[in-house]
């Protein structure tokens, strides 16, 4: 058993810090990808001229919530557990619709919506084009998202909560960034464990050193899959990268797709988890549900496998339909598995 | 055959007139109807404070582009037909959303949005609550829908139309009923025939004379289900409200659910058309889609039975999924029945 275990008498299983984005989900096929030069499965950043100009191309869409830390949140609230996100929206149509979302979800939701001029640059949207081989990519406008800050980061919240999880995509705004930074060191001072998703590649290669240093000094429960993992310590081989994880952190998720994950701790479990079969419809929201069903388990007490158990089965519900946020009661799903 | 044929050299197949919304869909058990007082299956009209009321107490939704016309439209579109909508948005988000997809779906869209203080009331939107027995009862927010008036209706528009189609549920706001009116008389000047929706149960009981002076004077294509056409006559019995209205219109398309449909025309013909097998999701949209799928077939030609068929099945392709706007190349799906 993994010498971390959650500390106790928290009134919230998992607080998460993220962008709060309202996703506009279309089908696409490979060409519209091509046309408008999109890696395949990555996340790029785009300002609102972009946004406007690939909208303008793509076919009918759906608005469905998402965020990246969000949609854990809503999954940690789906097994029944107590989920709080912090996170910025405006106070327009979009950030109506995604703090009813994620509120409606059973996820405490209280960071102040950006008003009046700050708000101009509107609630984030992402652009995500599904191909027919189920994989998603995404172009996301951040809006005001980007505006998350230190004053929007509650020491109270982080002292109550047995986890804090953050996302690394934060790293790309200053103000985010900070916040950040402040979440992590406010969670230190209150004992309790920091967890942290590298994101998405692309994101690695940007802020490689900074999540270098995070990984080795500030987070405790690190989420990654095996694009992300090998880009950190710029290796091919997926089994070296594992290797130099656990020497950093208490406990390292790596998911590999259909592969499955394997969940490593610093005193030298290995523990492997094999994907829960589905028919793959969006993979959109896989590793945000994989990392709720972990943190649920791992926060109320439970081993580590049955964690990983619980995070295959978020992630392949969330992948059976269109939009990242869970559609099952995730508790019912997995009764039995605890 | 129908005495009724389409105009000759007509570049639009089908001009839908109606309220411009976006869905607000989301699933929810018999006790949420309760509990808000809605009568299942129904539309209501709400207003803003109410709007906000079941909002807040609705689980998470997705937005989808709706209106009952406007899914007619799309429908159109989806079989690769020439369609044009007429509706009213205001210049925000949520009618940023519904010219996108009505555009994107192939629809000419040109009504210009409402802007400044005629847009403080936001484009409309309607709640739509799926229950598990795949029924969905709609809670309609008008906002600028309203709004659309005489000056929207395009007299060329409707001149190089085949066929316009109205929504009843236009008759419910003073300044769309006036631009309905006037659809229907510039449709008359200009030798298209007139095709209307009397909408909702609710709708006939509010509107009935007015309706029934509409049905028997202007309308020569009409759409109904069976208790609508019971309530337009205040009769209880399906076959006598058919008798009633083939005296009438010159087609009169009555939909019966499960039980299919029959088109009746005034020459005494009676087509029974089977409902298309399907998994029902969400009946959103079910009658829109016939319309579509009949209009289509009726305004390129097709004969009765043919314009049945393809009503049927974009009618079964709809209810297949959540939302109202057809997912699947309607002409691709009926390939072969023409």
Redesign the interface.
């Known amino acids: 058993m993994s010498a971390l275990r959650p500390p106790g008498g928290r009134s919230v299983d998992v607080a998460c810090i993220g962008n709060a984005i309202v996703d506009v989900l279309a089908h696409t096929d490979d060409d519209f990808l091509a046309r408008h030069g999109m890696a395949k499965g990555a996340m790029q950043l785009i300002d609102g001229e972009a946004a406007h100009r690939i909208?303008?191309d793509?076919?009918?869409?759906?608005?469905?919530?998402g965020g990246s830390a969000a949609n854990t949140a809503?999954g940690v609230a789906a097994f029944g557990a107590r989920a709080a996100f912090v996170g910025k929206v405006a106070d327009?149509?979009?950030g109506e619709?995604f703090a009813?979302?994620?509120r409606?979800?059973g996820v405490e939701f209280s960071t102040s919506p950006a008003v009046g001029e700050q708000a101009a640059a509107?609630t984030a949207r992402c652009l995500v084009l599904v191909t027919p081989d189920a994989q998603r990519t995404m172009n996301t406008y951040l809006g005001v998202a980007a505006l998350v800050g230190i004053d929007d980061v509650d020491p109270d919240l982080v002292a109550r909560s047995s986890v804090v999880y953050c996302e690394g995509y934060l790293w790309d705004e200053p103000s985010a960034k900070a916040a950040l930074r402040l979440a992590m060191d406010t969670a230190h001072d209150a004992g309790t464990p920091v967890s942290f998703t590298l994101s998405d590649g692309f994101c690695v290669d940007r802020h490689r050193a900074e999540f270098l240093e995070l990984v080795e000094h500030r987070v405790d429960i690190l989420f990654a899959n095996e694009v992300e993992i090998c880009s950190l310590y710029e290796v091919d081989d997926f089994d070296e990268a594992a290797r130099r994880v656990r020497n950093h952190c208490q406990i390292a998720c790596l998911t590999r797709s259909g592969l499955g994950s394997v969940v490593l701790t610093a005193d030298g479990e290995r523990i492997y988890v094999p994907a829960a079969p589905t028919e793959v419809v969006d993979t959109t929201g896989a590793g945000d549900l994989y990392a709720a069903g972990f943190l649920t388990g791992w926060s109320r007490g439970a081993d580590l496998h049955v964690a990983g158990t619980m995070a295959a089965a978020a992630a392949a519900e969330v992948i059976s339909h269109l939009?990242a946020?869970p559609q099952a009661d995730l508790a019912r799903l997995t009764e039995g598995i605890a």
């Open positions: 909208y303008g793509m076919p009918p869409a759906i608005e469905i919530s809503a327009d149509e979009l619709v009813h979302d994620i409606a979800a509107g939009g946020r």
